[in-house]
């Protein structure tokens, strides 16, 4: 079961900020956020990774609360070829490397 | 940039074909996966491998084996093709706890 709880979809005018938000109540002490996306009908992209520091790329960046049981993906200026479900799933380092993928947040950039 | 190939995009077979799907990443990934992917149901692993000759089940391996002879080159066989797995298959890679870095994915029909 995936453990984290995300949105069914949110809408985000072009050019705005776009803030993916997730829920990770039960993530424990070590354990990533990982934010991936999939544009349709391609494979999933992967964005970026924290475990308690907030993150920055050239993609995004990702907050994660103080106590760890949340985070949101920020998508600075978001544009149309981001529309997309984005997948925030937790995992530990330490494990066998598999992500378990719940059903994500549809995002869609509106003109 | 990580690139990781798929051999097709879109495949159409027959039932109880034998099915060879490769993936091949050149950024030295020691991790290689393979997911299959479903609407409503998400991506699944199906098989990795942290090592050259080694190989670990996923959550449905049944009817499905992998190849890996070389590290930059995964394989994935359908012994004997149903049409149950008519899907989407996904594959990927990644270096220790990185981020996955994922291929275009095939289309694959059973007909």
């Known amino acids: 079961d995936a453990k984290t709880t995300q949105p069914p979809s949110m809408d985000c005018a072009e050019g705005r900020a776009a803030n993916l938000p997730c829920n990770h109540s039960?993530?424990?002490?070590?354990?990533?956020v990982y934010w991936y996306r999939q544009i349709h009908s391609q494979g999933p992209q992967y964005i970026i990774h924290?475990?308690?520091?907030?993150e920055t790329n050239e993609m995004a960046s990702l907050i994660i609360t103080e106590d760890r049981k949340s985070s949101t993906l920020i998508l600075p200026h978001a544009t149309l070829r981001d529309t997309a479900v984005y997948y925030c799933?937790?995992?530990?380092?330490?494990?066998?490397?598999?992500?378990?993928w719940g059903a994500g947040t549809k995002l869609i950039i509106k003109p | 940039d990580v690139k990781v190939t798929q051999s097709s995009r879109y495949l159409v077979k027959r039932t109880g074909e034998k099915v060879f799907l490769e993936c091949v990443q050149d950024?030295?990934?020691?991790?290689m996966f393979w997911y299959r992917q479903d609407p409503g149901l998400g991506l699944r692993l199906i098989y990795f491998?942290?090592?050259?000759?080694?190989?670990e089940k996923g959550d449905i391996p049944e009817g499905y084996s992998v190849s890996r002879e070389k590290k930059e080159r995964f394989s994935l066989i359908l012994e004997s093709a149903s049409t149950n797995q008519t899907s989407m298959y996904l594959c990927?890679?990644?270096?220790?706890?990185?981020?996955?870095?994922f291929g275009p994915g095939t289309r694959l029909t059973v007909t």
């Open positions: 924290g475990l308690k520091n907030n």
């Open positions: 990927a890679s990644s270096l220790g706890p990185t981020g996955q870095y």
């Open positions: 950024m030295d990934h020691e991790n």
């Open positions: 039960t993530i424990s002490g070590n354990e990533y």
């Open positions: 491998s942290y090592d050259v000759k080694m190989k």
């Open positions: 799933i937790v995992r530990s380092i330490g494990s066998n490397y598999q992500l378990i």
